[in-house]
């Protein structure tokens, strides 16, 4: 099973700062098959990131995917009121099984 | 535009089983890989497995993977003519008590794939 560390725990930040969120795997994800996702509360997560870096459908620019192997990260440059929330990644290189991250929470300093 | 909606009880006993039902509409159920994720405070979010129907055989019960934490307890399964699939969870305790989603994987296809389209969920808890 991969394992998926993510770090900080909590990003505590103002609108306008640069965001950088780390996802380190127990083990290599083959072909950067990770994806990220925001999670406002009493929603499902939302789709942000796949393949490490590729922007989903709909999601603006200033969400940004990079990373290879164990270590990933997703960065937001500039932070948009609405972008406060809590932020996972997942790996889908290994389904035996599926696995995400425990979050980081972004939240409004 | 594709749309998921869970039902099901919300209350289960311990020791019961689990039974929830995802909708979808908009599209069709085959050549996409259905899964089913739970979100517990204590667990976060957990694969519990998925279902996978090509359309191209006769064969309508799908192709399954789950969750070797899980295996033992779980099955899930699809009806292609109502476009739905199901999630079903045996001998639950309160460590099931979670909100349970179903989604789609992105591509056609594809298992290996981040899920791009979520039902909003639904609140189960497990007690007496």
């Known amino acids: 099973e991969i394992v998926l560390t993510q770090s900080p725990g909590t990003l505590s930040l103002s609108p306008g700062d640069r965001a950088t969120l780390s996802c380190r795997a127990s083990q290599s994800v083959s072909n950067n098959y990770l994806a990220w996702y925001q999670q406002k509360p009493g929603q499902a997560p939302k789709l942000l990131i796949y393949?490490?870096?590729s922007r989903a459908a709909g999601i603006p620019d200033r969400f940004s995917g990079s990373g290879s192997g164990t270590d990933f990260s997703l960065t937001i440059s500039r932070l948009e009121p609405e972008d406060f929330a809590v932020f996972y990644c997942q790996q889908y290189a290994d389904s035996s099984p599926l696995t995400f991250g425990g979050g980081t929470k972004v939240e409004i300093k | 535009q594709v749309q998921l909606q869970e039902s099901g009880p919300g209350l289960v006993k311990p020791s019961e089983t689990l039974s929830l039902t995802c909708a979808m509409s908009?599209?069709?159920?085959?050549?996409?890989?259905w899964s089913w994720i739970r979100q517990s405070p204590g667990k976060g979010l957990e694969w519990i497995g998925y279902i996978f129907y090509s359309g191209y055989t006769i064969d309508y019960s799908g192709y399954t993977k789950y969750n070797p934490s899980l295996k033992s307890r779980v099955a899930i399964s699809l009806d292609t003519s109502e476009n739905h699939f199901f999630l079903r969870l045996s001998s639950v305790t309160a460590a099931d008590t979670a909100v349970y989603f179903c989604?789609?994987?992105?591509?056609?296809?594809?298992?290996?794939?981040?899920?791009?389209?979520w039902g909003q969920g639904a609140v189960v808890t497990v007690s007496t």
């Open positions: 989604a789609r994987h992105s591509r056609p296809q594809w298992n290996h794939d981040g899920f791009n389209i």
């Open positions: 393949d490490a870096s």
């Open positions: 908009g599209g069709s159920i085959s050549n996409y890989y």
